[in-house]
């Protein structure tokens, strides 16, 4: 590059977080994350020497080679962000121990801004005429005056402050006025003209939960805490805790989910201030935003689920009205109102509406496939005019369960896997420490892996190979991933993929797909018309499409037409916290979206058994995948 | 009367609970309180041997002579209610001690009730469809489909019963739906179908607290029950308590209030069930009308009040949201709300805009004019198309204040006394027992006889008599009303009137009577032209008009034109409990009524010094009674 030459301004987004800023072209990723507040463990100064500021990098990067870096770290696009430099758009992963504080985050400014801020919230300044014996109207009437309106809400606690406050800085008083409901309501009072506005932004997950906290007069995300839902205790996955609900434990879940948010609410504010930057208390937070499934939502509301729970899964309610703040015990000023993301049914919760407003599918005209795989998958097809929507119960398979080796995307979890000629592994540990289990995006490598390899058959059977990496025991055959030698101290036994597991897998991916397939059916779309394929979820950004591909999970599309979204739920509920077009979209989306029962669908089973084939008994349906797999059987 | 004969019916009216029953004349009173609900101590079964059912009669009876009434009961109308048949319309006081319980009173049927019963809150009863895999929305949405609604309201906790309730009795559901907002708003959920709708009427005053449980449903009174406003420990009027409540006490004075109408509620609840009546319970009440002066409104809802007590004398709110009783924490269903009546305002409040409904003074095309003399004197002019409102610190002086014979009218109060010839005092104790003091009407008794028997002189002050009825000491001169040894017992001095304590009545009768006159002076309206003169409040209701006229404190206008409506704050409140008309009509009242500033009016001070004589400066405002003093004077 020649010295004055202007370098081109490119874009660095981490991950999972969906942040990003926009930094010259050459720019190291250290000063990247430095300029998107994020701090990073380089107690070296960003020489290059400790090795501690490991990051992962996927795009158009310059990377020196270091001896902090293994062959598989490398493969993996692990890098030291202070020897690396940016050189196009770039997303970047920022590994837990790689920063100097959990979730300690600035930014400077994200993705999925709306064009125009218009938050529910507003503050208006002005100034109150003095009472006098000849105009002694009260307070609260005299404001209404002032405030040009007829009608207003406000809470009995704003009254009790209004005469103080009235009488403070020479009359002078900022509301802030909440629009949410037709009345517009006054959720604050102050003496005198104060800025700042603050909102939240919370992805209530049955694992994690996510808070975004936003300003909302500038429409940036001042911070982001996210911590696993405490209600993990009870149950990993929403039957579990619901039976637990049932049991008397309702209250108790509530609280934990409480607890989660505010944690995460306490972390934010908790945060040294960046120069220049307003001190943001609890009492500043007048609004927030929350999408979660119908489960989370119900339980966040303290409300029953035993009827979500058997059919026909019947919710309490699909659209719970804004609560105040205080009545939910969330941490922030208690009259300020909470939204709740519309629930469309029991397994088709405010997390997806909140990922499809995120997509943006609906103001497509083209028809777009929206998937959504966690311990439940969702899909939506649809388009501008019409949606319709599913659950399939894929099972937590791709989040731990259900698999012998399985375990959640975290430290310890391999979540990238190859296997060699010699049918041993090479893998990638989150962490990079020895491995204890394989996350979902492992598994997904894994098993397209091991039919690629021959080593399984059509019908994900481990086949009979003379290799000692295959095992037959009495519960019948399995394949070696690693050694226990090679695990994290303490495992005592291979780390193995069983028949038994590979069935599973095989059920979630036919789920999966099936519904997919049963979507397009009903709808009369065909497959290759699609517009785009959106991939939301924390699991689905990591995941190898073209591996899914190959396992018959995903449809064989261009990959050109497939969009990872991330978390859509956190980014849906910030877009309808700052934007009341999002807000009504998000309605609109709800009340537009129709829900297909799958449980009592008959084509879903018919899709389902001839889904159980990797990746289909219909082969003609995954050309890509059986001209591989043709390959690999030619050779 | 002739065997066969049809029998004229009578109206017997219970005071001061504004209750009454229609009963054939000859009925004895004793039956005529049971007809009411009213149980009356008369142990010997009804045959005037006790003499323990005392009552005082007011109207058209005929009473046996019996040696258990003295002639001072006599003539204040004591009879015995079992030996008494009334002949024509009466009204019947029940002294507290001829009652079997406290405030125990079930009554078929009321003054003041509205002729159309259309109360806020409605029982709607539904079915509900089953829910199934194919209509699978959910049990809101369900419910609000069944409502045939679009937009529907409700609490968080009606929303955690609904689906237990939901799948209760064959999906029938009965449900509270209050219509006070715009959108209808579901207070309340039962399994099945279920009748029973029951409100409180609450009348909230400085010194006592009333509260009337209504059947909402046929419009009856279940039945009143009063007490003295907890409050009282923290000063007997509005200002002291005012101090209290600056100095940290408005917490306690909020507590306070609310444990007496909760327990007002309590012992209502209480109270055994008549045959075939529903037990009425907390969660029962979903519905309360509350009138209450600025003050005691702003304590109940713990808004602070020292913009009141100081010029401009603003209140915090003139017209406060019909607010949820449980964040009131009044003893009811939570989600039921509480109206309260606007306040116009610091010193005219909604106890006087329930007065207005109550009178009906706001719907007639002649002008009125409405006194009420309690710790405050309030007084309103006007008709259907204007309203204007002043407030007179009267000051207390008729509620037992700044005399020094003064006291509430309680056991023990004369109320009513004669002065004879030899100016010793027959006299009428509350109670019967000997006295402790004089009490509001006693004292204007009082001093009009001491006017009209020359006692004292047009400006109040006692002449220099040659009687041993008039003493002469440090502190001025004084006329004994009764010696010590006939008071009750450990009264250490005569019973007196002092120059000082007739000054302090005469401030209160100038100011009430300037207050009118300020008003009809402003609005260019003469006081004979007046079509009624409307005396509200419990005083009032005892209060004799020639004598109030003696002295100048009431407009000399032929007695027809008085109208007694004793306590129309409760009237005012029950009647908006009952009737969207006259919930309107409040708001109309409220917002139609001006509101004159009398502290900073000089026609008042004008008006004020020229009271300040018996009857008046000009005493051809007071033909009548000039003449009774000119016979007297001639005398």
């Known amino acids: 590059m020649m010295a004055g030459e202007m370098r081109r301004d490119v874009k660095v987004t981490f991950v999972p977080f969906g942040l990003s ?16 507040g994020i701090l990073i463990d380089a107690v070296c100064g960003g020489e290059g020497e400790c090795g501690r500021c490991k990051v992962r990098v996927k795009g158009d990067f310059s990377a020196q080679d270091s001896t902090h870096i293994t062959d598989a770290e490398a493969a993996s696009g692990i890098v030291l962000a202070c020897t690396t430099t940016v050189d196009g758009d770039v997303s970047v992963e920022v590994p837990e121990r790689s920063r100097l504080r959990k979730h300690q985050i600035l930014t400077k400014s994200i993705d999925d801004m709306p064009r125009h801020l218009s938050p529910w919230v507003k503050k208006r300044m002005l100034e109150l005429p003095k009472a006098s014996v000849t105009d002694n109207v009260a307070d609260l009437e ?3 005056r002032a405030l040009g309106v007829k009608r207003l809400n406000y809470s009995i606690e704003m009254l009790r402050q209004l005469p103080e406050v009235a009488r403070g800085k020479d009359g002078r008083i900022t509301l802030t006025v909440s629009n949410l409901d037709h009345i517009p309501e006054v959720t604050r009072i102050e003496p005198g003209s104060r800025g700042g506005l603050y909102g939240i932004a919370v992805d209530v997950g049955t694992t994690t939960v996510v808070v975004e906290l936003m300003d909302l007069l500038r429409g940036r995300v001042l911070g982001v805490a996210s911590d696993y839902n405490r209600q993990i205790e009870h149950g990993e996955d929403v039957i579990a805790r619901m039976i637990y609900a049932e049991e008397g434990g309702l209250e108790d879940l509530t609280a934990l989910v409480k607890d989660t948010i505010n944690a995460n609410i306490r972390t934010l504010l908790a945060k040294p201030q960046a120069p220049g930057e307003e001190k943001v ?8 935003s929350v999408a979660g499934n119908t489960v989370m939502t119900h339980f966040l509301a303290s409300l029953p689920t035993h009827t979500i729970r058997r059919e026909p899964y019947v919710p309490v309610a699909h659209a719970l009205p804004p609560m105040r703040a205080g009545d939910l015990g969330i941490a922030m000023n208690p009259a300020g109102r909470v939204l709740m993301f519309p629930l469309r049914a029991g397994y088709v919760g405010g997390d997806i509406v909140a990922d499809v407003i995120s997509s943006g599918m609906h103001r497509s005209d083209k028809v777009s496939l929206l998937i959504d795989v966690g311990t439940n998958g969702e899909v939506v097809l649809g388009c501008r005019s019409w949606l319709v929507s599913c659950a399939c119960s894929a099972g937590p398979a791709f989040e731990g369960g259900e698999t012998s080796c399985g375990m959640r995307a975290m430290d310890g979890a391999i979540d990238k896997i190859r296997i060699n000629e010699d ?3 090479s ?3 989150i962490g990079g420490c020895p491995p204890s289990g394989i996350c979902g995006s492992g598994l997904i490598d894994l098993m397209a892996e091991l039919f690629t390899h021959g080593v399984i058959d059509r019908k994900a059977r481990i086949n009979d190979l003379k290799t000692d990496r295959i095992k037959e025991k009495e519960e019948g055959r399995m394949y070696v991933v690693e050694r226990k030698e090679k695990l994290s101290s303490g495992s005592s036994d291979d780390m193995v993929m069983t028949d038994a597991d590979l069935q599973n897998i095989l059920r979630t991916k036919a789920a999966i797909y099936s519904a997919c ?3 397009l059916r009903k709808t009369s779309q065909s497959m290759s018309e699609l517009s785009s394929v959106i991939i939301a979820g924390g699991f689905g950004y990591n995941i190898d499409i073209d591996r899914a591909i190959i396992l018959g999970m995903f449809p064989d599309l261009s990959r050109k037409k497939y969009r990872f979204i991330g978390n859509g739920s956190l980014a849906g509920a910030r877009l309808a916290l700052l934007s009341e077009r999002r807000r009504k979209e998000a309605m609109e989306v709800f009340e537009k979206m129709t829900y297909l029962e799958l449980s009592v669908d008959n084509d879903f ?7 159980l084939f990797l990746p289909h008994t219909d082969l003609s349906k995954f050309p890509s995948a059986s001209g591989e ?5 030619a050779r």
């Open 142 to 144: 005299r404001l209404s």
């Open 427 to 429: 893998y990638h540990v």
């Open 423 to 425: 049918l041993s592994c």
């Open 21 to 36: 800023v926009v930094v010259p072209g050459g720019t190291t990723i250290l000063d990247a994350c430095s300029a998107a």
């Open 605 to 611: 089973y018919s899709e389902f058994s001839s889904s």
């Open 629 to 633: 797999r043709g390959e690999e059987g």
């Open 517 to 519: 397939s049963v979507l």
């Open 281 to 288: 208390g609890e009492e500043d937070i007048v609004a927030a």
